[in-house]
């Protein structure tokens, strides 16, 4: 199994920046890929960057390419997603998430942490 907790979400103006955080335990090494989703209230959960963990290949969703960032420290096994240039739109609770298949497909991620509000305000 593997486990993941999210840190580093809270409330910040438009045009300001987050830093959130994700520290996996358990089964790190059998880790594929990882991610970070959002979900806004009555909308579904969309994958918002995702990083192969041996190659660092990188996706990022249309929506927040060039704002934000999505990097790893294997050895701390640790995901971050930089978040700058945040517009109200961005609001929602963010999920990290780890994929044990070989894939980065985002329908494929079964393990997910509990979550990490983001609120930006304009």
């Known amino acids: 199994q593997v486990q993941l907790v999210e840190s580093g979400g809270g409330s910040v103006q438009a045009g300001g920046s987050l830093r959130l955080s994700c520290a996996a335990s358990?089964?790190?090494?059998?880790?594929?890929?990882m991610g970070w989703f959002r979900q806004a209230p009555g909308k579904e959960r969309e994958a918002v960057a995702l990083i192969s963990t041996g190659g660092g290949r990188t996706y990022y969703a249309n929506s927040v390419k060039g704002r934000f960032t999505i990097s790893q420290d294997n050895a701390e096994n640790t995901l971050y997603l930089q978040m700058n240039s945040l517009d109200p739109e961005d609001t929602a609770m963010y999920y990290c998430?780890?994929?044990?298949?070989?894939?980065?497909?985002?329908?494929?991620?079964?393990?997910y942490g509990q979550g990490t509000q983001v609120t930006v305000s304009s």
């Open positions: 358990g089964y790190t090494y059998s880790i594929y890929c």
């Open positions: 998430a780890a994929n044990t298949k070989a894939t980065c497909h985002a329908n494929d991620f079964v393990h």
